[in-house]
């Protein structure tokens, strides 16, 4: 565990907007919300990031965030929520220890996530497609 902020937040050894937890996740507010509503939902156990966290966690996360995110739509006032999750720090991870965004979303707010796209080739797109099944 060491200094993980998250891991000392998800075993309770510092206080927070809790609004959720069972033995494997604690459900927050973050604390610098993108919109009011914004919840991370953050496994007990230590792991930096999607490469680390077993497959039973990470899926049992995004299971809890869907969960989250239904009791969010009513409690709430979105038309839509978005699910996301950031890994390493060109990612946009700020804070190692992963966590799930449960983010509620309203007309006209201010969250950005879409991005430009870039322009690939057909072989490129070949390619690419040939390398990720390579991999699997
Ligand atoms: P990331 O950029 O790593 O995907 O997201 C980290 C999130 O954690 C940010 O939205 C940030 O506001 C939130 N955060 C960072 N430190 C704390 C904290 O001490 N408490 C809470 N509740 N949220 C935090
Ligand atoms: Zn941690």
């Known amino acids: 565990m060491g200094d993980c902020i998250f891991c000392k937040i998800a075993n309770g050894q510092i206080p927070s907007n809790t609004v959720y937890e069972d033995d494997m ?26 490469f680390e966290i077993s497959e039973d966690t990470f899926g049992k996360g995004f299971i809890l965030a869907k969960k989250m995110a239904e009791a969010l739509k009513k409690a709430v006032e979105c038309e839509g929520v978005n699910i996301l999750q950031n890994n390493g720090l060109e990612a946009g991870q700020t804070v190692n220890h992963l966590h799930i965004h449960v983010i509620p979303r309203i007309k006209g707010d201010k969250v950005v996530i879409k991005s430009e796209s870039v322009s690939v080739s057909e072989d490129e797109f070949k390619t690419i497609c040939d390398n990720i099944k390579n991999n699997l």
């Open 25 to 50: 996740f604690r459900v927050i507010l973050d604390i610098s919300p993108a919109n009011k509503g914004h919840m991370l939902v953050l496994p007990k156990e230590h792991a930096d990031n999607l």
